[in-house]
T-cell receptor, first 114, second 113 residues
Framework: DSGVTQTPKHLITATGQRVTLRCSPR?????VYWYQQSLDQGLQFLIQ???????AKGNILERFSAQQFPDLHSELNLSSLELGDSALYFC?????????????FGDGTRLSIL | ELKVEQNPLFLSMQEGKNYTIYCNYS?????LYWYRQDPGKSLESLFV???NGAVKQEGRLMASLDTKARLSTLHITAAVHDLSATYFC?????????????WGAGTKLIIKP
């Protein structure tokens, strides 16, 4: 158990809809990362937060947004969903950004768009 | 731009055999991480290599880092079926203050009983 909690575990919805994925980092970790993993794209970094502030953006679509709240949990919002958004979405956390900070991953949310 | 390349991307082997997965990266870094992922599951941290020449071992897996060659290896000794998984290496990029992890594409390892 990594200590990172993601909800829900599974989500099935239709094209055009909006969903919110939630992540609680490990106790004591201040930094949260979101990743998308699909069969044909591998592991894609989306966005990073540190202590409530956005620190880095990766390949995140404009239809996607995220935030980290004062209690350090984070939410990833996906809107105007398309079939290609079907993927595993992982949240990871670390104490802070840095080269000596391995990331600890949650179990992921499997999103299926019908 | 930092690039991380793993090879092979797919490996099918028999139990009891030895094999090595390679992870090459394109710019200077003296840190590297290895992760394991079972199908449909989370990524589990295996090894954190923090310096040139670092070697870590756990069970049948041994990882090493050569920062001069920009190469890490993950060696599997006398493979067993339970080691079947996808293995990722990741390198923190020093190109920004966040040391963003740059991920390899993963090596899917299948070990046949």
């Amino acid at each position: 158990d990594s200590g990172v909690t993601q909800t829900p575990k599974h989500l099935i919805t239709a094209t055009g809809q909006r969903v919110t994925l939630r992540c609680s980092p490990r106790s004591g970790d201040l930094s949260v990362y979101w990743y998308q993993q699909s069969l044909d794209q591998g592991l894609q970094f989306l966005i990073q937060y540190y202590n409530g502030e956005e620190r880095a953006k990766g390949n995140i679509l404009e239809r996607f947004s995220a935030q980290q709240f004062p209690d350090l949990h984070s939410e990833l919002n996906l809107s105007s969903l398309e079939l290609g958004d079907s993927a595993l979405y992982f949240c990871a956390s670390s104490f802070r950004p840095g080269p000596n900070q391995p990331q600890h991953f949650g179990d992921g949310t499997r999103l299926s768009i019908l | 731009e930092l690039k991380v390349e793993q090879n092979p991307l797919f490996l099918s082997m028999q139990e009891g055999k030895n094999y090595t997965i390679y992870c090459n990266y394109s710019t200077t870094s003296d840190r590297l991480y290895w992760y394991r992922q079972d199908p449909g599951k989370s990524l589990e941290s295996l090894f954190v290599l923090l310096s040139n020449g670092a070697v870590k071992q756990e069970g049948r897996l041994m990882a090493s880092l050569d920062t001069k060659a920009r190469l890490s290896t993950l060696h599997i000794t006398a493979a067993v079926h339970d080691l079947s998984a996808t293995y990722f290496c990741a390198v923190p990029s020093a190109l920004d203050s966040n040391y963003q992890l740059i991920w390899g594409a993963g090596t899917k390892l299948i070990i046949k009983p």
